[in-house]
């Protein structure tokens, strides 16, 4: 079975300050790894997504994240935030069997960029 | 906009009751996910569905059901509803490769059972 830990649930930050949001996964298979955020009353959107190659994933709005097989984790980075990042940030696996795609989630972290 | 739409945005009923939630999918996406969201629960995987066959099955509870029509779009049935199926109900679609192709989610069907 897989499992995605988000180790913080709320990550207050000032505007323009760097900020990490923190994610392990537990899995027996490889794994593809996505984050996606959560505006206030909307849908998820994909941030950035590993799936081989390079392990910094670069994402939009600024984001990146690095891929560390020997430590599984995932964390998502972003040298300055702004208001507008404050969000639910999400931690996602895809085991890599064929299985479907279906998504195991972190719980989530909640980020607030304060002026 | 993701390109997903789902109706309706919110569902207000009773406990016993039965509802459907409907979503199309992105124009050319055949696969289909349906997902819930609830503060207890956190955001689980509920069904897939590609191209009309059911691909993948999360914890879904037997109460519920869901089926993809040959236009593609997705319906999710959820019958003998109680107080913890309240809940936000996202569904997702992607393309031919769904594990590497990114899932789009619509912006939610929020259930609330009283």
Redesign the interface.
């Known amino acids: 079975a897989q499992s995605v830990t988000q180790l913080d649930s709320q990550v207050p930050v000032f505007e323009e300050a760097p900020v990490e949001l923190r994610c392990n996964y537990s899995s027996s298979v490889s794994v593809y790894l996505f984050w996606y955020v959560q505006y206030p009353n909307q849908g998820l959107q994909l941030l950035l997504k590993y799936l081989s190659g390079s392990t910094l994933v670069k994402g939009i709005n600024g984001f990146e994240a690095e891929f560390n097989k020997s430590q599984t984790s995932f964390h998502l980075r972003k040298p300055s935030v702004h208001i507008s990042d404050t969000a639910e940030y999400f931690c996602a696996v895809i085991p890599v069997y064929n299985q479907g795609g279906k998504l195991i989630f972190g719980q989530g972290t909640e980020l607030s960029v304060k002026p | 906009d993701?390109g997903?739409t789902q109706t309706p945005k919110h569902l207000i009923t009773a406990t016993g009751q039965r509802v459907t939630l409907r979503c199309s999918p992105r124009s050319g996406d055949l696969?289909v996910?349906w997902?819930q969201q609830s503060l207890d629960q956190?955001?689980?995987?509920l069904i897939?569905y590609?191209n009309g066959e059911e691909?993948?099955k999360?914890n879904i509870l037997e109460r519920f059901s869901a089926q993809q029509f040959p236009d593609l779009h997705s319906e999710l049935n959820l019958s003998s509803l109680e107080l913890g199926d309240s809940a936000l109900y996202?569904c997702?679609s992607?393309g031919m490769d769904?594990?590497?192709?990114?899932?789009?989610?619509?912006?939610?069907t929020r259930l609330t059972v009283l």
């Not at chain 2, 956190?42 to 995987?45: A, K, S, T, Y």
């Not at chain 2, 769904?98 to 939610?108: A, K, S």
């Open positions: 993701s997903v696969s996910y997902y956190g955001l689980q995987f897939q590609y691909r993948a999360g996202f997702a992607s769904w594990l590497t192709d990114t899932q789009y989610f619509g912006p939610g």
